[in-house]
């Protein structure tokens, strides 16, 4: 996991907090916004391997961040996290080039093998 | 005669003015009444659909949820209430203990629905030293064995402990969260896969956010520092899911739930909660519905154990369930943490070890093993790539093997059946038990055709190779899945080929016709589901996803392990029927328990004593009782004789049934005296054409019929004298029709059948329909099923929308132009006429098609001589 650099875009302060937490305790290199903006100002000033992005969020939506990411850094894989939000954006997320797809409350270990998975497709495509 | 007389004259016209009055006030009166009987009919037929609906889902036995079952009834209870309502609004209130009765049932459907829920009370965590299989009613399933493999057999354990269902109940308790889980459960439509998804993701989330009661808090944190205390440090656990009441009946619920593995203190109550709330992933959802287990019966305790960083683990069969001889313990190995065997991720090794000693190892395959899942220092577990020099050795030595296979045999004859069982070796070489459960072998179905007998297949073979993880042979359309998002697009019937067996997939297997996958063994999660549900399985063929295409038509031969392309009937002949796997479940119970206080009918004889509110013993016979008041209510001459004389006229004619008109307006010529009328008289359009199709060919008597068909009227009519015609009561047989000019409304009881035609031909299209609605006969379902299909194959010629359900046929014909709306009433008059007592008869197909033609024959003869625009 070592140098796997997370980006972890969630506006639920509590919900974020922890999960950069436990990803942190498993060795990931784990950094947070809390909107789309702040996520896309933190990809233009620094590199990432995988985002982890919910699908709902105020301000900017899910699906847009995703399309802009996909724009800007079409190497960066993002992982969709999607809680209240319909299963139909999900659906419209892989088309517009997610990784995959989790619901909340993810499972962690789920979360962190998909996050490998993630990184080892980048690596392939880069 | 009198005019001579002006005062006579005088007090005659007063006298007709009067007349007149009373007229309308009678009209004004009966046309509420009207109204309320309409509203009846209309009310009971709904009633006895949703009856219908729940009787059909019973016998269909596919997966039904107690939301269902909930929301149908509380849909009866609605509806009864309306109807006892409008009966005692037409009658006065002349049945005040109707109510009462209503309210004596309903209490008694409402303890079934209720539901004698599970109430767990103990201790909150007990320590796995003191647990045995006796207290899985508090430890769950999956510990308690545990306990028992520790305590009993004194096998080697992980040190830990039970957090209890009654734990888990407080949890939920102290949140009221099972109410608003409910809830969520009623808004869901069952079939809607992407709503399921979010309704799980809601309810997870409700559940990881709720609090946790101080006291369990406490009590965890308690366990927990114990653990570190015998431990001498900090110590990292596994928590997996021990749910309760999975084990009434042959239920595996394998990998459905979450286990979280390597948590540290810091996250030990968020996992907890993340475990509990594993309860409500999609797998275990869809999964309890096809089961037919009730929500509320599932408890998740949640076992947390020390963490095993093992060197190798895996998962064994005590009995082989693909050796016929059931002579070998079965063992799967990696490297690392099981994990890997469970979720299908990896093709583990393979090693067959004979039941009979001394142990010898009868095969070994060993696969390349690139990578394991470890412990991480601090918290969870991550794949890391298997040094070189160990990727192509075994990952047992044979004498781990031996042991392995001792262990199983001692497990499987202490508890008497084959067991599925987790196990680790620790880096310092012991060996850990971390599951031991009954296995589900699939029972060989239809006798399979020994090795001497050669199936032709005629299709081509696409490949083979794999293992057999569930028995059995299948064909549909290739769908893949590599992510979630497939799954809800998973179409019935197809063929579910993934890479990976992973648990989750389990959501969408009991639709999936079978299972093939690159990698993955039989003892993992989802190939255990797939035994469970008769899906045949092929795992670990190495190539599926690549050589097989998407929406391809294959065949599974998971016996054979080939696929072939296209349909191989051959080998489908073969395969057993699929399982009902509903039958005997909870919920079918509850259901049928339900159904006891709601679809007999019992008030079958109008003229016997009991045939009063105080006799009705079920939601059916309320029904029976409320419709048969009513009829009185509006018909009956000797209670409402002003009514009947001044406005019921009995039609006279060539007409082979007595016929009674109301006018309601317009609905008959003026001025007509006296009691009865002739067609000649009749106004209404709709019910002058109704008329024509009943007059056009004349009835020919009752069919002849064979004994077969007899036998079977009699069988029926013994079961439910309400069959018997007419039942003395004088209302069978009289028909009704209420008529204004532009609609008709007949309720006619003829002999076993009850029907009931409703037309209005109203200025606009949009407002215009036809309605028909026929119940009953006396043969037996087949025969009347086979009536329903004739009526019903003869109006959809015509335009109609037909529904058949058991034996209620309902159709309908709106939003079209008059002549089209004449034309159908001319149809329904000739079916209502020529397809009575046809249900004894109609025993063959054969004999369906022959009258399906003779009908279409005749009506159209009758149609073309009477021209368009009828009426």
């Known amino acids: 996991m070592q140098g796997i650099r997370v980006l972890l875009v969630d506006d639920e302060e509590d919900f974020r907090k922890t999960l950069a937490n436990r990803l942190g305790k498993r060795k990931f290199e784990v950094s947070e916004a809390p909107g789309g903006m702040e996520a896309l100002d933190s990809l233009a000033r620094q590199a990432f391997d995988v985002v982890v992005l919910d699908v709902r969020m105020p301000g900017m939506d899910g699906l847009e961040v995703l399309k802009r990411v996909k724009e800007s850094h079409p190497l960066t894989e993002v992982i969709m996290l999607t809680g209240h939000a319909s299963v139909e954006s999900g659906i419209e997320g892989m088309r517009l080039g997610a990784f995959d797809y989790l619901m909340k409350p993810c499972d962690i270990n789920d979360l962190t093998v998909k996050i490998q998975d993630a990184y080892q497709r980048k690596l392939t495509l880069s | ?135 899985s009613g508090l430890a769950g399933g999956k510990m308690a064995n545990l306990g028992e493999v520790k305590n009993r057999l004194g096998l080697p354990v992980p040190d830990g402990f039970v957090i209890t269902a009654a734990a888990y109940q407080i949890f939920i308790d102290h949140n009221d969260l099972q109410e608003e889980i409910n809830r969520r459960f009623q808004l869901l439509d069952p079939g809607d896969l992407a709503g399921l998804h979010e309704t799980s993701a809601e309810i997870q989330q409700l559940i990881t956010r709720a609090v946790l009661p101080p006291q369990l808090a406490a009590a965890i944190a308690g366990a927990y520092q114990r653990l570190q205390d015998r431990f001498g440090g900090p110590v990292r656990v596994s928590l997996r899911s021990s749910a309760l009441g999975e084990d009434a009946q042959e239920a595996s619920f394998a990998g459905q739930y979450r286990s979280l593995l390597n948590v540290s203190e810091e996250f030990l109550l968020l996992s907890y909660k993340e475990v509990a709330a594993s309860k409500y992933s999609v797998p275990a959802i869809t999964y309890r519905l096809s089961r037919g287990f009730h929500d509320e019966d599932i408890l998740m305790a949640v076992g947390c154990m020390t963490m095993i960083p093992a060197r190798v683990s895996g998962v064994m069969y005590s009995t082989d369930p693909g050796d016929e001889t059931r002579e070998a313990v079965l063992i799967n190995a990696v490297w690392g943490l099981g994990k890997s065997v469970v979720d299908g991720s990896l093709t583990p090794d393979l090693f067959l070890i004979s039941k009979s000693e001394p142990a010898r190892i009868l095969k070994k395959e060993i696969q390349p093993k690139g990578q394991q899942f470890v412990c991480q220092t601090e918290e969870g577990v991550e794949l890391q790539t298997v040094p070189e020099g160990e990727r192509l050795s075994p990952s047992l030595t044979d004498a781990q093997a031996r042991r392995l296979a001792e262990v199983a045999l001692a497990l499987e004859k202490h508890f008497g059946q084959p067991q599925d069982i987790e196990w680790a070796f620790a880096p310092d070489g012991s060996l850990q038990i971390m599951q031991s459960r009954p296995l589900i072998i699939p029972e060989k179905g239809t006798e399979k055709p020994g090795p001497d007998t050669v199936v032709e297949i005629d299709r081509p073979l696409l490949f083979s190779g794999g293992v057999t993880a569930s028995p059995g042979a299948a064909c549909g359309p290739v769908f893949k899945v590599e992510t979630s998002v497939d799954l809800l697009q998973f179409p019935t019937g197809a063929v579910l080929v993934t890479r990976n067996p992973l648990p989750q997939w389990a959501a969408v297997l009991s639709r999936a016709s079978a299972l093939v996958t690159d990698q993955g063994a039989i003892t993992g999660h989802l190939a255990a589901v797939a035994r469970e549900f008769n899906v045949p399985a092929l795992l670990g063929t190495g190539q599926a996803t690549r050589a097989l295409d998407q929406g391809e038509i294959i065949t599974v031969d998971a016996d054979g392990t080939r696929v072939y392309a296209g349909r191989a009937e051959a080998l489908l002949q073969q395969a057993g029927e699929k399982v009902n796997v509903m039958k005997g479940s909870p919920v079918e119970i509850t259901l049928r328990r339900l159904l006891k206080h709601i679809a007999p009918l019992t008030l079958t004889d109008p003229e016997a004593p009991n045939f009063s509110p105080r006799g009705c013993q079920t939601l059916h016979d309320i029904i029976r009782f409320a419709h048969e008041m009513s009829l009185r209510e509006l018909f009956d001459d000797q209670q409402e004789v002003s009514f009947s004389e001044k406005l019921a006229k009995k039609m006279t004619g060539d007409l082979p049934m007595q016929w009674w008109v109301i006018d309601l307006e317009g609905g008959l010529r003026a001025g007509i005296s006296g009691g009865t009328i002739g067609p000649a008289d009749v106004l209404s359009r709709p019910l002058l054409a109704l008329w024509e199709g009943l007059r056009a060919v004349p009835w020919q008597g009752p069919p002849a019929v064979d004994a077969k068909g007899f036998l079977s009227i009699l069988a029926e009519s013994a079961m439910d004298t309400s069959l018997e015609a007419g039942t003395g009561s004088g209302y069978g047989a009289k028909n009704y029709v209420l008529a204004s000019e532009n609609f008709c409304h007949l309720s006619t009881r003829l002999g076993f059948h009850f029907s009931t035609v409703e037309a209005f031909l109203g200025e606009k299209a949009a407002e215009s329909y036809i309605w028909f609605y026929f119940k009953g006969g006396g043969a037996d379902l087949f025969r009347k099923e086979q009536r329903g299909h004739l009526i019903r194959s003869v109006l959809e010629q015509f335009g109609f929308w037909v529904t058949v359900r058991g034996d209620i046929i309902s159709a309908r014909l709106e939003r079209q132009d008059r002549p089209t709306l004449l034309q159908g009433l001319q149809v329904l008059g000739y079916l209502i006429l020529h397809t009575r007592q046809l249900d004894m008869v109609l025993g063959d197909p054969a004999k369906v098609q022959g009258y399906k033609e003779k009908m279409l024959r005749e009506i159209g003869t009758f149609l073309q001589a009477s021209g368009p625009g009828v009426g």
């Open chain 2, 1 to 135: 005669m009198v005019e001579l007389f002006g005062f006579l004259k005088k007090r005659r016209e007063g006298k007709l003015r009067e007349a007149e009055q009373e007229m309308a006030a009678v009209r004004r009166t009966f046309t509420r009444r009207y109204l309320n009987f309409k509203s009846l009919l209309s009310t009971n037929d709904q009633v006895l659909e949703i009856i219908n609906e729940l009787e059909q889902v019973l016998l269909a036995g596919s997966g039904f949820g107690m939301s269902l079952v909930r929301s149908r009834c509380t849909a009866l209870s609605v509806n009864l209430y309306k109807i006892i309502q409008n009966l005692n609004q037409i009658t006065g209130g002349r049945f005040p203990e109707l109510p009462e009765v209503f309210q004596g049932i309903w209490e008694r459907i409402d303890r079934e629905l209720k539901h004698r829920k599970t109430d767990p009370s103990g201790e909150l965590v007990l320590p796995l030293e003191a647990v045995t299989r006796e207290m």
